[in-house]
């Protein structure tokens, strides 16, 4: 689990706090006496979601970025359009859709000039999820908590399922590059963690330990991993899964 699961537990329209998901509209949980109480997404159609401001009361009161959003991003449809075009993705899609869809060889080669021109003389998307100095703070917040809820919900429902739950957090492009950032935050969930009796472990740290080649190699500042890397996490997972039966926390009747 990267460390933008902090972010995402808070979001409901994904667009608020990750420029371009323009699609991305989910269910989330929110504390209750109960432990969690689950808020249904509010819209599931295309064309429902399109209408962004008949949802605006439900993203007011769910979504913790939607205020933060509005406040970040320049005032006007004109400045609001570079935002949005910077994401290459949202580009691409507005461009087929001014060429009736069709992904030809002339739309790619305008969304990469667009793009270009757009990188230089639009302004810096909002990003929470790459600001560094607040993943400390989330792990101290409201949403800190609803990760520690959330942790306890999968534990238990993965223990009536008949599997051992193993809980992984680890850092991802720019966190690698703050790794104090990245401990300390870690630190957090980890208090967290126990005090819903729940164990976390931590795949970054073996990532801030690699060398630059290893990283290379292993694709470690993306958010995804090569094939390599995966071999990577394969082996420190399976080690983990060992000391865990070993020191009796667990139970395993396969081979390694």
């Not at 537990?9 to 989910?26: D, P, R, S």
């Not at 401001?53 to 400045?79: I, N």
């Not at 101290?140 to 809980?167: A, H, T, V």
Request: charged share 25%; net charge positive.
């Amino acid at each position: 689990m990267p460390m933008s699961s902090l972010y995402r537990v808070g979001c409901v329209y994904k667009h608020y706090a990750e420029l371009g998901n323009t699609w991305a509209v989910k269910p989330r949980f929110v504390l209750a006496e109960d432990g969690l109480s689950l808020v249904e997404r509010p819209a599931s159609v295309r064309a429902d979601l399109a209408n962004s401001r008949k949802h605006s009361e439900h993203y007011r009161t769910y979504d913790a970025y939607t205020d933060v959003f509005h406040r970040m991003t320049p005032e006007g449809k004109r400045c609001y359009l570079l935002h949005f075009l910077r994401n290459r993705h949202a580009a691409l899609e507005l461009i087929s859709g001014l060429n009736k869809g069709s992904q030809t060889r002339l739309t790619r080669v305008l969304s990469a000039f667009a793009i270009s021109v757009l990188k230089r003389f639009g302004k810096r998307p909002y990003q929470p999820h790459k600001q560094p100095t607040t993943l400390i703070s989330l792990t101290q917040s409201e949403q800190g908590r609803l990760f520690g809820k959330i942790c306890r919900s999968f534990y238990d429902l993965s223990l009536e399922r008949g599997s051992f739950p193993i809980i992984v957090v680890t850092s991802q492009g720019w966190t690698n590059k703050y790794p104090d950032i990245y401990r300390e935050a870690v630190k957090n969930l980890r208090t967290l963690c126990r005090e819903e009796s729940i164990d976390l472990q931590d795949f970054g740290e073996q990532l801030l330990q690699l060398d630059s080649h290893e990283a290379k190699l292993y694709s470690a500042e993306s958010v995804h991993l090569s094939p390599s890397g995966n071999r990577f996490l394969a082996a420190w997972l399976a080690n983990e899964i060992k000391a865990l039966v070993r020191d009796g926390k667990a139970t395993y009747s396969g081979r390694f």
